[in-house]
T-cell receptor, first 108, second 116 residues
Framework: DAKTTQPPSMDCAEGRAANLPCNHS???????VYWYRQIHSQGPQYIIH???NNETNEMASLIITEDRKSSTLILPHATLRDTAVYYC?????????FGAGTTVTVRA | GAVVSQHPSWVICKSGTSVKIECRSL??????MFWYRQFPKQSLMLMAT?????????EQGVEKDKFLINHASLTLSTLTVTSAHPEDSSFYIC????????????FGPGTRLTVT
């Protein structure tokens, strides 16, 4: 029973912003939105998380809609090394349930 | 960021033998560690959660007697796959979480297990 819905794949151009959508229409008030990514054959890497406010760190920005039913991860200047599977996860605690994610391919 | 290591990075073993995988947090104390399994072209599946000094909590469908987890210290957790069979061949990944209030989980690089 998936809690999040993400497009299976997307391409983006190197140097451009990559906007990754995630739908979580059944999110509960105490659930956080987390984003992780997994580069091929490596362990996942934490990107960012948020509860209701927009967040920004050195890797990305997270925009959460006011009703919290969807969010967008923004990679401001995509590089070839950003090619990975990106996972959007909602959870009230620290147990992460990984869905299929979005396979992002950054092209030169 | 914090570093989590796994050893070995890959292992090949014969069917029926046991294999131990270590997960270490190198520069922080991990109060909670998680073990995942990932089959080819699939997503990560949480196997169990372990807190230092207590028994692991296994996810539904994961055999606790087959996948033995020990979290004896704040920097080390081990996963032992007992009586391994070819269907246990997979990518095993651990993650660690530090002090309460820290939302980030730090993942190890994974261990590729092949059972022949």
């Amino acid at each position: 029973d998936a809690k999040t819905t993400q497009p299976p794949s997307m391409d983006c151009a190197e140097g451009r912003a990559a906007n990754l959508p995630c739908n979580h229409s059944t999110i509960s008030g105490n659930e956080y939105v987390y984003w992780y990514r997994q580069i091929h054959s490596q362990g996942p890497q934490y990107i960012i998380h948020g509860l209701k406010n927009n967040e920004t760190n050195e890797m990305a920005s997270l925009i959460i809609t006011e009703d919290r039913k969807s969010s967008t991860l923004i990679l401001p200047h995509a590089t070839l090394r950003d090619t990975a599977v990106y996972y959007c996860i909602v959870t009230p605690d620290y147990k992460l349930s990984f869905g299929a994610g979005t396979t992002v391919t950054v092209r030169a | 960021g914090a570093v989590v290591s796994q050893h070995p990075s890959w292992v090949i073993c014969k069917s029926g033998t046991s294999v131990k995988i270590e997960c270490r947090s190198l520069d922080f104390q991990a109060t909670t560690m998680f073990w995942y399994r990932q089959f080819p072209k699939q997503s990560l599946m949480l196997m169990a959660t372990s807190n230092e000094g207590s028994k692991a909590t296994y996810e539904q469908g994961v055999e606790k007697d087959k996948f033995l987890i020990n979290h004896a210290s704040l920097t080390l957790s081990t996963l032992t796959v007992t009586s391994a069979h070819p269907e246990d061949s997979s990518f095993y990944i651990c993650s660690a979480r530090g002090a309460s209030g820290n939302h980030e989980q730090y993942f190890g690089p994974g261990t590729r297990l092949t059972v022949t």
